[in-house]
């Protein structure tokens, strides 16, 4: 069995069709027989995961085990307490409430490569970062989120899948995991079939 991680850049999409003037993942990689365990929208940036282990990716794919995704999040404005308590505590969006989740300011603008093309940026309204860590995957739920307390995102990347972590692959690149990596993430399907 094989599993990737993939830096998907801004502007791909996550299937290995092109569409619409997107790119695809096959534009980026040529490994047989691997799918993505989730996906991330045109616009969003960071840790995609692909596989060749179907209950890999049924598992991630699946709410009711509520794997953690890390997302960074810059937004405009700077958020308050109120707002990322919200944030945490779930928010009403497309009339549902999302579960609780995890929001924190992050204390400086972490270490990312440059987007291409770049976030729009305006000289009176400052940006910030906020990481949040969700337990589902609804379509586009933390730029709803953020912008239902009141900080549109303009920048969102993906960090983390459970316990595998993007780090300081580039974007448009990919890797295996690592032994460790395998690991962990065989732990999380023993630990889901248990729960």
């Known amino acids: 069995m094989r599993t990737l991680l993939f830096n998907k ?18 534009d980026f990689i040529d490994v047989a027989g691997v799918y993505p365990a989730g996906r991330l929208d045109h616009d969003s940036e960071g840790l995609l995961l692909l596989t060749t282990d179907n209950r890999l990716k049924t598992r991630l794919m699946d709410p009711k085990f509520e794997h953690p995704k890390t997302y960074w999040a810059q937004v405009e404005g700077a958020p308050d307490e109120a707002a990322l308590a919200r944030l945490a505590a779930g928010i009403e969006i497309q009339g549902q409430r999302t579960r609780p989740a995890e929001a924190r300011l992050l204390p400086r603008e972490p270490d ?48 983390a899948i459970g316990p595998v972590r993007l780090g300081d692959l580039k974007p448009g690149t990919w890797r295996d995991v690592t032994p460790e990596e395998r690991r962990a993430l065989d732990d999380l399907l023993r630990f889901t079939q248990r729960g």
Not at 122 to 142: C, D, M, Y
């Open 112 to 159: 990312l490569p440059p987007r291409d093309p770049p976030i729009r940026y305006r000289a009176n309204i400052p940006t910030s970062w906020v990481e949040v860590v969700l337990r589902e995957g609804r379509n586009r739920q933390v730029r709803r989120m953020t912008a239902a307390v009141g900080y549109p995102t303009l920048r969102l990347v993906r960090v």
């Open 9 to 26: 850049p801004f502007g791909v999409l996550s299937q290995f069709t092109a569409e619409a003037g997107h790119p695809g993942l096959a």
